[in-house]
């Protein structure tokens, strides 16, 4: 019995690790084939179309001037631009900063959304934004974010090259990365996820999964699709789902980088990571039981991706996690051997070999504080991840039973030098 | 359903796979055979209650090396016809007894060989009217043997029958026994009728008795310059023997060129925890186990668990309740209540409690032997032989064991009353009592730690083995005590003359249960499994096989996880220099 669960997990962690694995080249090959394709990009303005970005912010008084001036910075046409800040019911003064920008710039403008219409998350705000917007592009972005100049433009410009892209997602990096082992943490872990899954993914597979900011998608798409879904926690997942399920794609290309503000203690990450959890959980549930009626296919791998990842994976590390404690107190008399510790081991270096990778593709990532960091990163940050991912499931799990209402959690920002 | 189907292909696939494994074994090596005519004995006896006890299995031992085809009866239920077809009539008079009329007018009327042992004989008249009958106790000392006189053989004082020849010129005395100066004729001969003098036949006395039976069989017995078979058995290996010592021994074997036995218990029973560990937990152990049976091993059965109660493994009986000195009539946590006739109200009442027994036995045997066949096979490990443990099994327990295997090893237990009683033929044999099997005995005994005169020991043994005409110079070793010590034992073997080392692949078994038939013959083991028949019985039986393909998976596992990683520090580092040449 004890066998069967040491093998089954082995098999499991073991699979996903290869799936990884793939990914992880995928996104190797991406980068050398996207130096070569992205030298010859058009200087001409005149064929751009125009753009809406919308900014849901919700109490942002901390960050949304930042976010503001680097709207201001962006190099696009300003005639063919449309900043709609949704200042979602926010209690502090994000509505008169945005307000004085506003006057100030014609380009920017600003909803006010009080109850009853207001407080209905992320969600919410961007189909009130979508209503206001004439854009025949929609653009986007978090109030923490502050994009490079030409992120706007690399988005646009990708949608216009390629036709039967529903939407283009960009890059996004962390801004406060030396702040604290957390911050330098989730900076590994940001650039980590978007050269292996995202990269990796679209160079196989032509999937790449909307993250919430700093992405273009056609407003006739989604008009399409109804706008955003307001039971969704992750509303992007689920956006990106019905994308597909269209019959379209969405591109990524790393040349559009935004830089946003990531959780600077670990209450905050805690409360952040579990809306996202529990976000995905719900697009399993909502999905994987439907799963016939999708009509393209391709995202099904995705689907079972998050599957595997969230139930078969985690019970796999679980079990393994506890068999190995079990073992230093227990003899199981396993006849395994030899190989359960080649392939701990392996596994470990598969980790840190992975993400020094990724890190290599970004400029002055890869460096010896860094080694260090991600050494370190397997055995807090992970082991974290696990934890969040138990309590995720419960959470989710309690929630479906009782039937309870969807209340969206608002990232908790912090006032920094940006840099 | 498709994907159902496919799986259910893949299962399919999986299980011929398995069935058309590779399963002939092959190696080489030659041996000699004995009963060639096969002739009919009959043995007539005397006994207490005219019950067979361990006398008459005694001398069944030693004719069995001279015939398949022997029938006992006491002496109160002869018939004419019994004689007509018999080759030899042997009558034994343990017990002292008025013999038949008709009895004695059959012998007398008889013209084939006649050998009488024991009491009684003087009946027989005119058929031994050249001897003298003196008194019922004499004690020897020596014995001589006809074929060299000089050479005395000594012993510790042994009863016989006391004799006189009165007439010398037709008898020819085959052994004396001597006690101080003075002389015993012990077996003679006048023409085709033999006495010996003795009411029983226990060692040493077996060793000369079975010598001088060649002389009535028509073969002349030992000249000392005849080869002797003999064989090294490596006992009590169960999954938690050391597979260093193992291969240690096996190595040295395989280099000298010596066949040899490994009794292979499939179970080990730990005694504190009661935990059981079996082979598929050690594979390094099977792995070993295999290599000696390519390389001039040879596989006994040696039970099951090697014990009954909660003893540990090799230590405790499996199939002889020690504690009451009585078979497996019971369960182990069963509490044994003796039960005698006068417990019962009536015969059948008492019959069917017997009967009961019995039953409890059979199925006790039948299950641990199945297991123990089925359990190895399912390994690649094909056993050729049993030996049960302290060479203790019921007379119903040999008779259930020749349905699966043709071949016993060891020394056999010729009392159902008491486990102690037991011997060793000093040749090869099919006592009758064995239903079919062939004996191939053990003879000298085992090296023991406890005894700095063990080897020594060892060597009397054999070379007093070696006085029988093919007798067989056998015994053990307990791979747990080393390979030096193995060194210093084998290096004493080898000065040993004469010894042909028995390969049992050369000779003929055939093992047999409801799945698994194993056939050796000429060098070459065949085996039949029915797999699917065997996966379907116990679910341990599959799962040694996919785990082992499991494992190999693993193993593969890491090798890809492990090019990924070199592929992965590559890739980084030309990243790196990318950048460094970039200027970034």
Known sequence: MIEFFLYSSLFTIWLMLFYHLFLMLGGYLFSIKHQQVNRSLPKDDTSLPIVSILIPAHNEEMVIKETIKSMVRLQYPKDKLEVIIINDNSMDATGTITDEYASKYEFINVIHNKPPFAGRGKSGALNVGLRQSSGEIIVVYDADNTPEPDAVRNLVLELQKDQKAAAVVGKFRVINHNKNLLTRFINIETITFQWLAQAGRWFWFKITSIPGTNFAIRRSVLEELGGWDVKALSEDTELSIRVYNLGHYISFIPTAVTWEQEPETFRVWWKQRTRWACGNIYVIQKYLLRFHKLKRKRIVIDLIYFLLTYFLFLGGILISHILFVLRLFFDFNLSIGLVSYVLLILGFLLFVTEVLLALSMEKGQLHRSNLFHVVLMYFVYSQLWLCLMLYSLCKEMKRTLFKQEVTWYKTQRFKGKLD | ?584
């Open chain 2, 1 to 584: 359903m498709g994907q159902k189907k496919r799986k259910m292909s893949f299962y399919f696939c999986f299980i011929a796979l398995l069935i058309t494994m590779p399963l002939s074994i092959t190696s080489v090596q030659a041996k000699d055979s004995m009963q060639e005519n096969n002739p009919k004995i009959i043995v007539i006896y005397s006994s207490v209650n005219e019950e067979i006890d361990e006398h008459q299995r005694m001398l069944d031992m030693l004719l069995g090396h001279f015939s398949t085809n022997i029938t006992f009866k006491p002496a109160s239920q002869v018939k004419e016809m019994d004689f007509s077809q018999a080759d030899y009539v042997f009558y034994y008079g343990q017990q002292r007894e008025i013999l038949p009329e008709s009895f004695i007018k059959m012998i007398s009327t008889y013209k084939g060989t006649f050998v009488s042992i024991g009491y009684n004989a003087y009946q027989f008249g005119e058929r031994f009217d050249n001897i003298e009958w003196i008194s019922n106790t004499a004690e020897i000392e020596r014995i001589t043997q006809m074929n060299n006189p000089t050479k005395e053989h000594p012993f510790d004082p042994t009863s016989i029958l006391y004799i006189n020849i009165t007439e010398d010129e037709q008898t020819e005395i085959l052994l004396t026994g001597h006690m101080k100066k003075k002389e015993y004729p012990l077996f003679l001969r006048k023409q085709n009728t033999y006495y010996l003098a003795a009411t029983t036949i226990q060692h040493p006395l077996s060793i000369f008795v079975a010598n001088a039976l060649y002389e009535v069989f028509g073969e002349s017995p030992a000249m000392n310059v005849d080869t002797h078979p003999g064989y090294i058995r490596l006992e009590d290996v169960h999954p938690m023997v050391n597979p260093n010592h193992l291969m240690g021994i096996a190595k040295i074997l395989a280099e000298k060129n010596i066949p040899y036995m490994i009794a292979v218990i499939p179970v080990y029973t730990n005694p504190v925890t009661k935990e059981q560990h079996h082979f598929s937990d050690s594979p390094e152990l099977i792995k070993t186990l295999k290599f000696m049976q390519k390389n001039g091993g040879s596989i006994v059965l040696h039970g099951y668990t090697h014990q009954f109660r909660l003893s540990e493994t090799g230590e405790g009986f499996e199939f002889w309740d020690t504690e009451n000195n009585m078979p497996i009539y019971h369960n182990q946590d069963e509490e044994v209540i003796i039960k005698t006739e006068d417990d019962f109200n009536t015969v059948s009442d008492y019959e069917q409690y017997l009967h009961e027994q019995k039953t409890h036995e059979k199925s006790y045997i039948e299950e641990r032997l199945t297991k123990g066949i089925e359990e190895l096979a399912n390994y690649g490990l094909y056993p050729l032989a049993f030996e049960a443990p302290h060479y203790t099994m019921s007379q119903q327990g040999y008779q259930i064991t020749s349905k699966y295997f043709s071949t016993y090893v060891g020394q056999l237990q010729l009392s159902d009353q008491d486990w102690k009683v037991m011997a060793a033929a000093p040749y090869i044999t099919t006592p009758s009592f064995l239903h079919g099997m062939q004996l191939l005995p053990e003879t000298i005994g085992y090296v023991d730690p406890e005894d700095p005169l063990a080897l020594d020991k060892m060597i009397q043994n054999a070379k007093e083995h070696q006085i029988v005409r093919n007798g067989m110079v056998a015994g053990f070793f307990h791979p747990y005590l080393g390979v030096e010590v193995f060194q210093e034992f084998i290096q004493e073997m080898e000065k040993l003359p004469n010894i042909n080392w028995i390969d049992l692949k050369e000779m003929n078994h055939n093992v047999q249960t409801e799945h698994v038939d194993i056939q050796a013959k000429e060098g070459n083991i065949t085996v039949n499994m029915k797999r699917m028949g065997l996966f379907m019985s116990s679910w341990d039986y599959l799962s040694y096989h996919l785990k082992a393909i499991l494992l190999k998976m693993l193993w593969g596992f890491a090798v890809i996880g492990g090019l990924a990683v070199l592929a992965f520090v590559y890739l980084t580092l030309i990243n790196r220099k990318r950048y460094v040449k970039r200027g970034d």
